[in-house]
């Protein structure tokens, strides 16, 4: 079952302009997870946030966490043509067993 | 480099073989998963793994099986393939725990059944 739902499916943006998406769950959770994925390829992990955290940084990606609406974001800034990807999230609630449910993805193309 | 690989990228089978996709990762993992993922249904999780010998149904378990016999090896079985199995399977491994640590996917295995 899919706890994340990420708005929105997909976005167009211009190199160097940024890109923000969205991710809302369900249920409690440990810590938040963002993945990257190239078109045919594995995911990639790129940031985690705990849930005790609101933000946190690493490179040009920010990543938000509000647990009272249970919602995160995820900001690329000055975006690349590299950056083209679909973006995952993921939630970890341990007392669920130590898997993560991921969501649906959003499709970001950076046109140069 | 840590890695965690999958012996396929590409993979085509005719209803009813039973195929094996193996997933061997190099970093000591206790915990292994595998997913598949289809177009508008995300990543969905097929079954997973604890340790050596250890394995728990996912979400989506019905026809597959899986086995562990050693740490670092985690085989996805397709007892008798049929054609709603084509997709793209991706195996992951992470420490064990109640960890703050992410995933180490494989670049996934695009199987096909004709």
């Known amino acids: 079952s899919q706890q994340g739902e990420e708005d929105p499916q997909a976005l167009s943006i211009q190199e160097g302009e940024n890109a923000t998406m969205n991710c809302s769950y369900k249920?409690?959770?440990?810590?938040l997870q963002w993945y990257r994925q190239n078109s045919g390829r594995g995911l990639v992990h790129l940031i985690l946030?705990?849930?005790?955290?609101r933000e946190k940084h690493s490179g040009r990606l920010r990543v938000t966490l509000d647990t009272s609406k249970k919602s995160s974001s995820l900001l690329i800034t000055a975006s690349r043509a590299a950056d083209t990807a679909s973006y995952f999230c993921?939630?970890?609630?341990?007392?669920?067993?130590?898997?993560?449910?991921f969501g649906g993805g959003t499709r970001v193309l950076v046109k140069p | 480099d840590v890695k965690v690989t999958q012996s396929s990228r590409y993979l085509v089978k005719r209803t009813g073989e039973k195929v094996f996709l193996e997933c061997v990762q190099d970093?000591?993992?206790?915990?292994m998963f595998w997913y598949r993922q289809d177009p508008g249904l995300g990543l969905r999780l097929i079954y997973f793994?604890?340790?050596?010998?250890?394995?728990e149904k996912g979400d989506i378990p019905e026809g597959y099986s899986v086995s562990r016999e050693k740490k670092e090896r985690f085989s996805l079985i397709l007892e008798s393939a049929s054609t709603n199995q084509t997709s793209m399977y991706l195996c992951?491994?992470?420490?064990?725990?109640?960890?703050?640590?992410?995933?180490?996917f494989g670049s996934g295995t695009r199987l096909t059944v004709v």
């Open positions: 992951a491994s992470r420490t064990q725990g109640t960890t703050n640590y992410g995933y180490t």
């Open positions: 249920t409690s959770i440990n810590n």
């Open positions: 946030i705990r849930s005790n955290e």
């Open positions: 993921a939630t970890d609630n341990w007392a669920a067993g130590n898997k993560l449910t």
């Open positions: 970093m000591d993992h206790e915990n």
């Open positions: 793994s604890y340790d050596v010998k250890m394995k």
